[in-house]
């Protein structure tokens, strides 16, 4: 009996042959290095890994609580926005207890060459902060607090990792000097799919 083409291992080894060759036509090796060298580096650098939904411990002057974070990109990926809801029950520092709430969004300004971060709080403050990142720190301070006349701010957001980071809120009072007025410490949260 004669063997064609088509029986047995030769279709079986022509096969691999053309899986090699388009797996290998379909592999790119990345833009030639002088193209490289000149793609624009990233400006939101440790910011892009907070993107997904947060859970917090807030612990500051007004006492102890949970909070919820969630970031995400906007306006194809031009801003970034925040959302937060947080709460500490009635305690000792804050007999009340309190319920802040609070949309804040980064932005990139190209003509200072900066991040700069808005907030907007549900008590009526809103603040302008330029911030600067030094490898997985990013610390914004404020330019500007509408009704909050004479108020200094600063934030710093330290991104340990993927799951986890440490924001660090100081504020002072006109005539006085910052101080820690909270620290949070954010985990994210787990996507079930």
């Known amino acids: ?6 029986d047995g ?3 079986l080894g022509l096969v691999a042959v053309a899986c090699c060759v388009l797996a290998l036509a379909s592999c790119r ?14 400006h939101w650098g440790p910011l892009r890994l907070l993107v997904g939904t947060w859970d917090g411990v807030i612990d500051g002057q007004l006492g102890r609580g949970t909070g919820v974070r969630e970031y995400e990109f906007i306006l194809e990926e031009n801003f970034l926005l925040f959302r937060q809801s947080s709460v500490r029950m009635p305690q000792e520092l ?3 207890g309190d319920h802040h709430r ?8 190209a003509d200072r060459e ?26 914004c301070v404020a330019e500007e607090i509408e009704n909050g006349p004479g108020m200094q701010a600063r934030l710093v957001l330290e991104v340990h990792d993927a799951f986890s980071f440490e924001e660090i809120f100081e504020l002072a009072f006109p005539g006085e000097d910052l101080s820690v007025y ?12």
Do not use: H, Q
Request: one cysteine or more.
């Open 29 to 42: 090796a990345g833009p030639p290095a002088e193209v490289a060298a000149g793609m624009e580096e990233d």
């Open 182 to 193: 909270f620290t949070n410490r954010w985990t994210r949260r787990p996507v079930l799919r």
């Open 94 to 96: 804050s007999p009340d």
């Open 114 to 139: 900066t991040i700069v971060l808005r907030e907007f709080f549900v008590e009526g403050v809103v603040s302008r902060y330029t911030c600067d990142i030094d490898g997985s720190t990013v610390t």
């Open 1 to 6: 009996m004669k063997r064609r083409a088509t």
């Open 9 to 11: 291992w030769p279709v």
């Open 102 to 109: 609070e949309l804040s969004i980064f932005s990139y300004d």
